[in-house]
């Protein structure tokens, strides 16, 4: 019952943010909404049970990413916002007519496998006693690490991108 | 009411999906086009999570930190050329941004 209850509210609170960054006309406004919408999701995570995840989201998401759109709305400052938020030219037509497509495929995909639930995969043993952060860090330093040092040296590269793009003499 | 199901958390995550798409789609400032495509992003990691909490295994977590580097590196790239663009043409408007097409 109280799981229901968080579940709807965390979920009208994420869409509504969620429409709000699209439809909002100031974009420092925009940004703020998205910081709404990570800290919501990150409680969906809690839900789930993966606190690291849901941690990972508030120091990554909320406090990185985020300060890094800012930073970038307030250098480009402009007089006048570059659209109007939802103009009604045939591109948002078209827009609003893809993005329903998707949706509907997505439903159309959700409703069929709710009807004919795939054989259960060979149920895992449950989770290890050992805490969430634990076990992450036993899988990524095990079964990932390939990726996981893949994904830092993708990290250097942007460094390194980033810096070069923004320089002066570019 | 129901009890929550993992699908509940799908049918959450298609529709901030789509909140996303729609936002790429339309809007023509691109930090807003930026910012949406990680309103898509999130809503993948929400799916990642739910499915790693149906079948008990933690590698659908896993996934979804790497999909967070991935992320952070988009946005530090991503705005990187923004700035680079706007020093040279004082726009953020996407339909400006055709010096590369044929």
Known sequence: ?170 | MTPITPYHYLVLSAALFTIGLVGVLVRRNIIIVFMSIELMLNAVNINLAAFSYQLHNAAGQVFAIFVVAVAAAEAAVGLGIILAFFRNKETLNMDDMDIMKW
């Open chain 1, 1 to 170: 019952m109280l799981e229901s209850v968080m579940f709807y509210a965390l979920a009208a609170f994420i869409l509504g943010f969620g429409v709000l960054v699209v439809t909002a006309r100031n974009t420092v406004h925009c940004v703020l909404f998205l910081v709404a919408n990570f800290l919501c999701v990150a409680m969906v995570y809690v839900m789930l049970g993966a606190e690291f995840l849901a941690i990972i989201q508030i120091l990554v998401y909320a406090g990185g990413i985020v300060v890094l759109y800012l930073f970038v709305v307030m250098l480009v400052n402009l007089r006048r916002p570059p659209d109007a938020p939802v103009d009604t030219r045939r591109q948002s037509v078209v827009g609003f007519a893809l993005a329903g497509a998707m949706l509907a495929e997505i439903s159309a995909i959700l409703v069929y496998s709710a009807a004919r639930p795939v054989a259960a995969v060979a149920t895992a043993p449950a989770l290890p006693a050992a805490g969430n952060t634990e076990t992450i860090g036993m899988l990524l330093y095990t079964d990932y690490l390939v990726p996981f040092e893949l994904a830092s040296m993708l990290l250097l590269v942007a460094m390194v991108g980033a810096i070069l793009l923004a320089r002066k003499d570019m």
